[in-house]
């Protein structure tokens, strides 16, 4: 069952995380119910998740919210993290005009998808931003045995931007993106972009949540910080966050430790 400290009611705890979790709407949608049951005011600082690290690590949020497993493992394992928790996911998705020059259309084999736009030197956005949706899309890339920096400024275009302006760009360009599928959903700006591969397993799109560790930072809100995690982790946190929804669909599946 989620409590909080009643001394840490009224307080504001600021949040490092992701574009996604702020493009999506979801916080729109879960912030307003955490701070009616516990009275703490959230403030959050939307960033690619390599950014939102930095931000942790430099003690300047209290809550880091991110979606790379790998570097939330090391952000902890350096000792500026107090414990990683599994909050919920979705996947990525990759989107590109319907006219689909690399004819990847239907696929649900991603290292595939990338090999043919390469090949065909397909136009393709890519957010460069060090973002958790970047790394996942440096990983694919890396398994497809292609080094996409060798089309910069051809093929492949870095916007060094948030998920929701490099989409933006890909819809001016009709361009290939890698998204995370809750900025999708969210996007109107679409333009001639459809959604063209998904269902790979090696799409699946990870969230975690950490409070960073008031012992390296002695001004951290660890009990307003640790209630919004105990809140996240519960049954009516994980409940809200299944509850939001874009045209009847969900757009993140809780997944927190039972």
Request: glycine share 10%.
């Amino acid at each position: 069952m989620f409590a909080f400290n009643t001394h840490a009611q009224h307080d504001t705890i600021t949040i490092a995380s992701t574009t996604s979790t702020e493009q999506s709407g979801l916080f729109r949608h879960v912030l307003p119910v955490f701070e009616k049951v516990s009275g703490i005011r959230v403030r959050v600082l939307a960033l690619g998740t390599g950014q939102a690290l930095v931000v942790g690590r430099r003690g300047d949020a209290d809550v880091v919210f991110v979606h790379d497993k790998t570097a939330e493992e090391r952000f902890v394992a350096e000792g500026y993290g107090v414990k990683r928790f599994d909050v919920m996911y979705n996947d990525f998705v990759l989107v590109g005009p319907t006219s689909d020059s690399a004819r990847v259309a239907g696929g649900n084999d991603i290292v595939i998808a990338f090999r043919n736009i390469a090949q065909t030197r397909s136009p393709l956005v890519s957010r460069g931003d060090r973002s958790g949706t970047h790394a996942a899309e440096l990983r694919l890339w890396k398994l497809a045995g292609i080094d996409p920096h060798s089309g910069r400024g051809t093929w492949y275009r870095e916007t060094g931007a948030g998920m929701g302006p490099t989409l933006n760009t890909a819809s001016v360009m009709n361009a290939y993106a890698f998204a995370d599928r809750g900025t999708w959903l969210s996007f109107r700006n679409r333009g001639d972009l459809a959604l063209l591969v998904a269902g790979d397993p090696r799409l699946f799109n990870q969230y975690g949540v950490m409070l960073v560790n008031p012992a390296k930072h002695a001004h951290v809100k660890a009990a307003s910080g640790q209630a919004f995690i105990a809140w996240l982790l519960s049954p009516a946190g994980q409940q809200t966050i299944a509850s939001y929804r874009i045209g009847g669909e969900q757009l993140f599946f809780p997944n927190a430790p039972h």
